[in-house]
């Protein structure tokens, strides 16, 4: 029932870290891999080939807000996402369930599928598990995702389950509409919030229906770091060995090095862009601000151990004075350094795996990094 | 008196029109020439190697910017506008004086120079012709500004008689206070309004204390195109003939036509990177705003006859959907492609100019474009 064009190799494993490769009919993703987010059919600020040259094989779209603008309708006239957006390489697209529901725009939820309003306009949309796989059909994506409920955090035994239950009746319901399109991928999402028996039926149902990849949902909620990490201790191994696994919406870079060393092969966020277009920007000894008054007469690079054009080309005094001036070019400049930083980590993550030294390199990044925290400086 | 390393040779002329070629200590400039403007140190939302690859050779920075923010000392730490900004190629900078005046920062103006309080915190700067040479030299720009009095329009002849003489006082203060310094270039400005007898007056003071290139100042204020060429019937030609012939702040694609007509050299102008902020695009037909509704499904590119990269790699419909959703990624597209369109325009004038066709090169731009309506359509 899987895809043909679709695989999965595990080439290398270091204890439950596990180096891959994802054969796609648009070429291959290296895994552990890190999807840069281009939620509108653009990576915010930053020009594709900057995407690519960044080492990004794959890239993640919001089916929710393409579904409002431009419309599914007209992706599909351009030809779908890869010529309208100008990105040749694979596209995973959500299935646009997290955004109607985190964007507080629903408005009815019913065993069919969600009702909601634009956030942009009040027009009534419904998105059904049918609906959704329709949308990602006419967007044209690589990886499609399950439409699923993402159980919010706190939730009770009670609430998750019932959710989670709700989740894997939607996702034999996108297998079902999927159906077998040569050459794209189906990704089912296991739920079950923090709560291991729930994780493991939701597991066994997706098993028993059978996807391309599977995806670990509803972490990354605010359980914070130390819980998450507890599901991840668990959650993985009950997925199938020899399909990808995805934990979707992560994260700092200390969360991607855990979630790696716990056996999780994809990751997404809009960290690396959001925060380059707020003066954040990523270095190996953690990030800084740019927009502080020490970097004006500062004329090193962001990170001098980077070779991205950014550090090649620019002090970390310009990038200040961009922001002061609220000129684009610092949004573009710290976003394509940003998403170098993270896949010149991968590449270390993929790298370290290959050599069986992952725990080596995990121990000397988060040192390096700070440990856990993004905003130790 | 001159600056060795900086001088202009004219290869050839059609009527009035010249081709000529700029040599500077960073390389040569091909004349007519067009000058991105890079206000504060940056061409807005386009990287620096874009602005090469459109073809520009030389682009202009703002004093009085730059002054402010992040401020000449600050700059000259840096070692200068070309290292600050990653621009390697030619830099003019202008002397402040435009913007202290046009931005009503203006507090008091005397014979020795201006007073003005900064438009982003209100402190009180100063700015004379020998603290512009001052600033000019901490930017290290290639080509220097004399601090002037742009005359208002429209201004009776004695307000615009009394103005004039004020900035040719100044421009000898100017060119005493600049010395010799190797390799870098100053430039006078002529005034003197719509009043041929004025512009005659102001050519010959700037004749005799002689200068590196000359520029017409006083222009594109408000007084239109049609007085606008009429001054340009005469005001060229006042200037010392081996000289390069700098028309400030033009301007639309048929005002440059004109210009070069009436033998001006050189221009600069914010239009195609604003325009491109606010989804005006220059095409080879006239302009069009990609806000417009009609755009949404066409998938052609800007302009079919451009080879740019946006027109090569992206239709109409994507960057009205850019525009649309607020992307960054349009202002960029869109400026990177008038940038282009404009650096087109001037090969095509030189192009032209050399084969000895450039008035049926200007008879049939100008039928295309639609005249001098940036609007028409």
């Given at each position: 029932?899987?895809?043909?064009?679709?695989?999965?190799?595990?080439?290398?494993?270091?204890?439950?870290?596990?180096?891959?490769?994802?054969?796609?009919?648009?070429?291959?993703?290296?895994?552990?891999?890190?999807?840069?987010?281009?939620?509108?059919?653009?990576?915010?600020?930053?020009?594709?080939?900057?995407?690519?040259?960044?080492?990004?094989?794959?890239?993640?779209?919001?089916?929710?807000?393409?579904?409002?603008?431009?419309?599914?309708?007209?992706?599909?006239?351009?030809?779908?996402?890869?010529?309208?957006?100008?990105?040749?390489?694979?596209?995973?697209?959500?299935?646009?369930?997290?955004?109607?529901?985190?964007?507080?725009?629903?408005?009815?939820?019913?065993?069919?599928?969600?009702?909601?309003?634009?956030?942009?306009?009040?027009?009534?949309?419904?998105?059904?598990?049918?609906?959704?796989?329709?949308?990602?059909?006419?967007?044209?994506?690589?990886?499609?995702?399950?439409?699923?409920?993402?159980?919010?955090?706190?939730?009770?035994?009670?609430?998750?389950?019932?959710?989670m239950e709700l989740s894997m009746r939607w996702a034999k319901r996108c297998r079902?509409?999927?159906?077998?399109?040569?050459?794209?991928?189906?990704?089912?999402?296991?739920?079950?919030?923090?709560?291991?028996?729930?994780?493991?039926?939701?597991?066994?149902?997706?098993?028993?229906?059978?996807?391309?990849?599977?995806?670990?949902?509803?972490?990354?909620?605010?359980?914070?770091?130390?819980?998450?990490?507890?599901?991840?201790?668990?959650?993985?191994?009950?997925?199938?060995?020899?399909?990808?696994?995805?934990?979707?919406?992560?994260?700092?870079?200390?969360?991607?090095?855990?979630?790696?060393?716990?056996?999780?092969?994809?990751?997404?966020?809009?960290?690396?862009?959001?925060?380059?277009?707020?003066?954040?920007?990523?270095?190996?000894?953690?990030?800084?601000?740019?927009?502080?008054?020490?970097?004006?007469?500062?004329?090193?690079?962001?990170?001098?151990?980077?070779?991205?054009?950014?550090?090649?080309?620019?002090?970390?005094?310009?990038?200040?004075?961009?922001?002061?001036?609220?000129?684009?070019?610092?949004?573009?400049?710290?976003?394509?350094?940003?998403?170098?930083?993270?896949?010149?980590?991968?590449?270390?993550?993929?790298?370290?795996?290959?050599?069986?030294?992952?725990?080596?390199?995990?121990?000397?990044?988060?040192?390096?990094?700070?440990?856990?925290?993004?905003?130790?400086?």
């Amino acid at each position: 029932m899987t895809t043909k064009a679709f695989h999965f190799e595990i080439l290398r494993q270091n204890g439950t870290a596990r180096l891959g490769l994802i054969h796609t009919r648009r070429g291959q993703i290296r895994t552990p891999a890190f999807m840069p987010v281009g939620t509108a059919a653009t990576v915010k600020a930053v020009k594709p080939e900057s995407v690519v040259s960044s080492g990004a094989e794959v890239i993640l779209c919001n089916t929710y807000h393409l579904m409002l603008r431009p419309g599914a309708q007209i992706v599909e006239e351009f030809g779908g996402l890869h010529p309208f957006m100008n990105w040749s390489r694979p596209i995973l697209t959500d299935s646009g369930g997290y955004q109607v529901m985190s964007l507080q725009a629903l408005r009815r939820m019913t065993e069919q599928g969600v009702e909601f309003r634009s956030h942009i306009d009040g027009s009534l949309y419904k998105l059904s598990p049918e609906t959704s796989m329709e949308i990602q059909r006419q967007l044209n994506s690589d990886i499609v995702m399950c439409l699923d409920e993402c159980t919010p955090y706190p939730s009770s035994f009670d609430v998750a389950k019932t959710s989670m239950e709700l989740s894997m009746r939607w996702a034999k319901r996108c297998r079902s509409s999927f159906g077998a399109p040569e050459g794209r991928a189906l990704f089912g999402i296991q739920q079950g919030s923090i709560y291991r028996d729930l994780r493991e039926e939701s597991a066994a149902e997706l098993r028993a229906i059978d996807f391309d990849g599977f995806a670990i949902g509803g972490l990354a909620v605010g359980e914070g770091q130390e819980r998450m990490f507890e599901v991840l201790d668990y959650a993985p191994s009950m997925l199938p060995t020899h399909k990808p696994r995805y934990l979707m919406g992560v994260g700092k870079p200390p969360d991607i090095i855990g979630a790696v060393r716990r056996g999780v092969d994809m990751f997404d966020c809009v960290l690396p862009t959001r925060s380059g277009r707020t003066a954040q920007a990523f270095t190996s000894k953690g990030s800084l601000n740019l927009k502080n008054a020490r970097f004006s007469r500062d004329q090193d690079a962001l990170d001098i151990s980077c070779a991205c054009p950014t550090c090649r080309s620019y002090s970390r005094g310009y990038l200040h004075h961009l922001f002061k001036c609220k000129e684009m070019l610092g949004a573009t400049l710290v976003s394509e350094h940003n998403l170098y930083f993270y896949q010149t980590m991968m590449a270390g993550i993929r790298d370290a795996i290959s050599k069986g030294q992952f725990e080596n390199f995990a121990d000397q990044f988060l040192h390096c990094y700070g440990e856990s925290n993004v905003d130790h400086q």
